[in-house]
């Protein structure tokens, strides 16, 4: 399965809805992004892919694209409890098992309700694909629970 890219004006659309409540620093973080993928990287097309609690926290963890890509955006909002959450991200099409080779970066969510967000213009490359998975140390132990993880989305483009 490939990358299901669309038109990004109708990307764009579904960021808005996305966040409609969110702070406006993350507001204007994601409006920059926008502009400067309109206007420095001819408006490439996207893949919206939403984050949901009940699958960042499944075994394997969730598999947001399943193909090489770049991540240009992240949205992450911590459900309202106070369990410590760690969401992995690794470089992997299928789950999280190549922990040691395949994790790229973590986002620590460590209190009630945070949010976290990430912004990467030129994108951050990733050549097998990109997965999700929500710990509650940093070390990549312990699975959360669904009831802690947060929701949110990512952004991606072809590589």
Same mark, same amino acid.
């Given at each position: 399965?490939?990358?299901?890219?669309?038109?990004?004006?109708?990307?764009?659309?579904?960021?808005?809805?996305?966040?409609?409540?969110?702070?406006?620093?993350?507001?204007?973080?994601?409006?920059?992004?926008?502009?400067?993928?309109?206007?420095?990287?001819?408006?490439?097309?996207?893949?919206?892919?939403?984050?949901?609690?009940?699958?960042?926290?499944?075994?394997?963890?969730?598999?947001?694209?399943?193909?090489?890509?770049?991540?240009? !955006? =992240?949205?992450? %909002?911590?459900?309202?409890? #106070? +369990?410590?959450?760690?969401?992995?991200?690794?470089? @992997?099409?299928? /789950?999280?098992?190549?922990?040691?080779?395949?994790?790229?970066?973590?986002?620590?969510?460590?209190?009630?309700?945070?949010?976290?967000?990430?912004?990467?213009?030129?994108?951050?490359?990733?050549?097998? !694909? =990109?997965?999700? %998975?929500?710990?509650?140390? #940093? +070390?990549?132990?312990?699975?959360?629970?669904?009831? @802690?993880?947060? /929701?949110?989305?990512?952004?991606?483009?072809?590589?």
């Amino acid at each position: 399965m490939a990358l299901t890219l669309e038109d990004a004006n109708k990307t764009w659309q579904r960021v808005n809805i996305a966040l409609a409540n969110a702070r406006p620093d993350v507001v204007a973080a994601f409006a920059a992004l926008k502009h400067y993928l309109a206007q420095d990287k001819r408006n490439p097309q996207m893949q919206f892919v939403s984050i949901l609690s009940g699958s960042v926290d499944d075994a394997g963890g969730q598999v947001l694209a399943d193909a090489a890509c770049k991540l240009v !955006g =992240l949205y992450l %909002k911590k459900q309202a409890t #106070a +369990t410590d959450v760690y969401l992995a991200l690794f470089d @992997d099409a299928t /789950n999280d098992a190549g922990g040691d080779t395949d994790h790229r970066f973590s986002f620590p969510l460590l209190v009630a309700s945070e949010v976290k967000y990430f912004t990467d213009g030129e994108g951050f490359a990733l050549a097998a !694909g =990109l997965v999700a %998975k929500a710990y509650t140390d #940093a +070390t990549g132990t312990t699975d959360s629970a669904d009831t @802690d993880t947060p /929701n949110g989305f990512a952004l991606v483009i072809a590589a």
